[in-house]
C-alpha cells in the first residue's frame, strides 16, 4: 500500500482548479497496461521499459488515487530509465509529477513558479 | 552549412529527437519533460544535433534505425536559450550524423543527484522545444 501524497501536494490535486488536458482515469489505466508490451530499448536509443512490478504498483498508486478523489492527469508516459510518469498540468505554471521509479518507490514533484522545487520520495510497503 | 569543427555559436539552433510517448499532438506544449531525461548510459549528457551542420534538422534521424524513424518528432532549441538555463553544447563526433553534439551538464549522474533542480530545467526545454517543432512523430514502429 502507497503511503499518502504528501499534503502540499494533495491541495493542489483536489484544489478547485482542474488539471489541463486531464485523460480520464479509464484512459490512465489503459496507457499503464499499454506499458506492459514495451521491452528495452522500445525507442531504438536506450531507453529501458518499466518492470511489469512497477506497472503493477503504478496501477496500485492510480487505484490509491482514485479512492481519494484525485482528478486524473494530463500525462501518463513511461520515463526512459524505467518509470512509470503520472504528471497533471494545471494554470499558472503549476504541476505535480508522480514517477512511479521502482515497485516499491515514487518520486512525487510539486512546481510552482517563483517556488523552490517541493520533491518528496514516496514508499509503498508490503500489505501485512 | 558549417563544418563540425567549427566552434559552436550562441546564434545556432541545436536539433533534439522526441520519442512519440514523450510528445502530444494537439496539446499546448507538445514536448514532455521526459525528452530531455538522460538515459542511463549517458554519462556525458543528452544528444543534440547542431543544425547548422546539417542539411535539414530532420538529417539527425540517420542517428536513428531505420525501422524508429517514424516514431520521433524533431524540434529545434535555440543554443542561447540552453546557455540562459546553464547548458553548453559540446561537439562529440559520431560516424552516422555531422554536427553531433552533447549537452555536458545534463547527464545522468547529476540528474540522479538533484532531481528537483533538473525537472525545473527538463519543463523548461519543453517548453522551448514545444516551440519549435519541425515535424511531430509520424507512427510508431
Known sequence: ?128 | MKDESEPVTPDELVVRLVWAFHFKSGAREPVQREAFEPKGHETDGVSVFRAACLADPEQALGAVAAEKRDGYAVVLLPVADLAALGLTVQPAKIDTVPGHAVLPELNITDWKADKPRWRVVQKELARIASARVVRPPVGVG
Open chain 1, 1 to 128: 500500500m502507497w503511503a499518502p501524497l504528501p499534503p502540499e501536494v494533495m491541495s493542489h490535486l483536489n484544489g478547485p482548479a482542474a488539471p489541463d488536458g486531464a485523460i480520464g482515469w479509464e484512459a490512465a489505466v489503459a496507457k499503464i497496461d499499454e506499458f506492459r508490451a514495451l521491452a528495452d530499448d522500445y525507442d531504438g536509443q536506450g531507453a529501458r521499459a518499466p518492470a511489469p512490478e512497477t506497472i503493477d504498483a503504478a496501477a496500485e498508486l492510480v487505484h490509491g488515487l482514485t479512492r481519494a478523489g484525485v482528478p486524473s492527469p494530463t500525462w501518463v508516459t513511461p520515463g526512459v530509465n524505467g518509470s512509470v510518469d503520472l504528471s497533471w498540468e494545471f494554470g499558472g505554471g503549476v504541476s505535480v509529477a508522480v514517477d512511479v521509479t521502482e515497485p516499491d518507490e515514487a518520486d512525487v514533484f510539486l512546481l510552482v513558479p517563483g517556488r523552490q522545487p517541493g520533491h518528496w520520495v514516496v514508499t509503498q510497503t508490503a500489505a501485512v
